[in-house]
C-alpha cells in the first residue's frame, strides 16, 4: 500500500509539473515599483506547473538574459512598464537575439514611452500617443474609466484563450494592427473605447468626427487590441499586453461587473500558455514518399508516375508533457512544385492512423528538379513546414511503350505505303524483263 501511495503521489507530482514544449527556466525582470505579492496568483500559478521563475530588477546585471548570444533562459517575462534605462544586457537588438534563439518573451506596456515601447513597431504594433490610455464609459461597473471590462473573443480556428471565460479587467494602452501575417490578435478592444489623455468626454466629438474620416479613428472602436501576439520565422512566440495590472490579483479576485468575477486568473493562464508554447503547438514527426504499390523511397520519379506522399504531425499536450498524435487539420495541403506549384492538392488525415496524412497524386509530363512542399500557416498555431527535393526524370529510352495505341493510323499508313512499294516493284521489274525477252525473239527470227 505504502509503494502504491508513492507511485501515486508520484504520478500527481509529474502531472502538475507539466511545462511547456520549450523548456521550464523563466527570468522575471520585475521593477522595483512593482512586487512578486502584486501577481502571486499568476506567478505561483506558473509554478504550480512546473516552471522554475528567476527574479531581477530591470538594472541588476545579474542573472543575465544572454551570454555570448547563447540565451540563458527559455522564456522571458518583463513587468517593467515605466522603465526607461535598463541594464546592459537587455536592449531591444537582444530581445531580437532571443527570439531568433527560440526564446519567449512576454512583455507588458504602459502610457509613458520606454525601449519596450520601441521596439513594438518592429512586430508591426502602432501604438498610440504617450500618455493616452484607452477609455471607456460603457457599459456602467464599478470601476473608472480607465478601467475596462472586455469580454474576450476565440478565433475561429486559434482556441488561444478558454471556453466561457468571463469578462476581463483591463487598464492600459491599445495598439492598431500593421499588415504582417505573422501578428494574432488575442484580446481586442471594445467598441465603445478610445484613447484618451482625459478620462472626461471633452474632445469625444473630435474623435467621432475623426472616426467618421478615417482619420484620429486608430484609436478608437473594436478594431484595436490590447493583448497581442506574435510568431517569429524561428517558432518563438512574443506577446504584448497593453497593461501589467491584467496579471495582478487585485484584478483577478475583483468583479469586472456587478456580481459577475473576472477572467483575468484564467486569462492571465491561457496567454502565459500560448506564449510559452503550451497550447497550439504543432511538430511534423515525419514525411515519406514512395511510388504507388511500393513502400520505400526513391532518390527520383519519372513523369506521370503515381505518387505517394504521407506526413505525420503531432501536438503537445502539456497536461503530460508528451506529444501526440494530431489529426485535426482538415486544410492541409502538399504542393508539387518547381519554381511555382505544379500540382496543388489536399492532404487528407487518414482513419485509423492518429496524426497520419497521406494523398496519392500523378507527376506532371515535365521533368525537372521538384519539391514537396508543406507550409501550413494558421494564426495562433505552430507553423509547419517541410520542403523535399525529389528530381522528376524523363523515360529511359527502354522506359517508353514500344507500340502506341493512338499511333496506329501512322503505323498503317507507313504499312500501306511498304507494301504498295513492294508490289509496284515487282511489278515494275516483272513487266521490264518480259519485254526485253520479246524483242530478242524477234531479231532471231
Do not use: C
Amino acid at each position: 500500500m505504502r509503494l502504491l501511495s508513492l507511485l501515486t503521489t508520484a504520478l500527481l507530482v509529474g502531472l502538475s509539473a507539466a511545462t511547456s514544449s520549450a523548456g521550464n527556466s523563466v527570468l522575471v525582470v520585475l521593477e522595483p515599483k512593482l512586487s512578486r505579492e502584486q501577481f502571486s496568483i499568476f506567478f505561483d500559478g506558473l509554478e504550480s506547473k512546473g516552471y522554475d521563475l528567476t527574479f531581477r530588477a530591470p538594472k541588476d546585471e545579474k542573472p543575465v538574459i544572454l551570454e555570448d548570444d547563447i540565451p540563458a533562459f527559455s522564456h522571458v517575462i518583463f513587468f517593467a512598464p515605466t522603465t526607461k534605462n535598463f541594464a546592459s544586457d537587455i536592449t531591444p537588438q537582444s530581445i531580437i537575439t532571443l527570439l531568433e534563439n527560440r526564446v519567449n518573451v512576454l512583455i507588458a506596456l504602459s502610457p509613458s514611452t520606454t525601449p519596450l515601447t520601441s521596439l513594438a513597431a518592429e512586430f508591426s504594433l502602432i501604438l498610440p500617443p504617450p500618455n493616452t490610455p484607452l477609455i471607456s464609459h460603457f457599459p456602467s461597473r464599478p470601476h473608472p474609466p480607465t478601467t475596462l471590462a472586455i469580454t474576450p473573443h476565440n478565433g475561429p480556428n486559434a482556441p488561444i484563450l478558454s471556453k466561457n471565460l468571463g469578462p476581463v479587467l483591463f487598464k492600459g494602452i491599445s495598439h492598431a494592427y500593421g499588415e504582417n501575417p505573422r501578428l494574432v490578435s488575442i484580446l481586442k478592444a471594445p467598441k465603445e473605447s478610445f484613447a484618451s489623455d482625459t478620462e472626461s468626454d471633452r474632445g469625444s466629438e473630435s474623435i467621432a468626427d475623426a472616426v467618421e474620416k478615417g482619420g484620429e479613428g486608430l484609436w478608437a472602436g473594436g478594431s484595436m487590441g490590447v493583448v497581442s501576439g506574435f510568431q517569429t520565422v524561428s517558432g518563438a512566440r512574443v506577446t504584448w499586453v497593453g497593461g501589467v495590472d491584467v496579471f495582478g490579483d487585485e484584478f483577478a479576485n475583483a468583479e469586472a461587473l456587478e456580481g459577475v468575477k473576472s477572467g483575468n486568473e484564467q486569462f492571465s493562464k491561457d496567454v502565459a500558455a500560448w506564449t510559452f508554447q503550451e497550447s497550439l503547438v504543432l511538430r511534423i514527426a515525419n514525411t515519406s514518399h514512395h511510388l504507388l504499390g511500393e513502400n520505400y523511397p526513391r532518390d527520383h520519379y519519372t513523369t506521370k508516375d503515381e505518387i505517394v506522399y504521407s506526413i505525420d504531425i503531432e501536438r503537445f499536450d502539456a497536461k503530460t508533457s508528451t506529444w501526440k498524435p494530431y489529426s485535426g487539420i482538415t486544410d492541409l495541403q502538399l504542393e508539387y512544385t518547381m519554381l511555382d506549384p505544379h500540382i496543388r492538392t489536399a492532404l487528407p488525415p487518414i482513419k485509423g492512423a492518429p496524426g497520419h496524412y497521406s494523398v496519392t497524386f500523378r507527376a506532371p509530363d515535365r521533368h525537372g528538379v521538384f519539391k514537396f512542399v508543406v507550409d501550413y500557416k494558421r494564426k495562433g498555431w505552430t507553423h509547419l513546414h517541410s520542403a523535399i527535393v525529389v528530381p522528376l526524370v524523363p523515360p529511359r529510352h527502354d522506359g517508353y511503350p514500344r507500340f502506341l495505341s493512338s499511333a496506329w493510323p501512322y503505323y498503317a499508313g507507313a504499312i500501306s505505303t511498304s507494301i504498295g512499294f513492294v508490289i509496284f516493284s515487282a511489278l515494275w521489274l516483272g513487266g521490264d524483263v518480259r519485254e526485253k525477252g520479246k524483242g530478242k525473239g524477234k531479231k532471231a527470227e
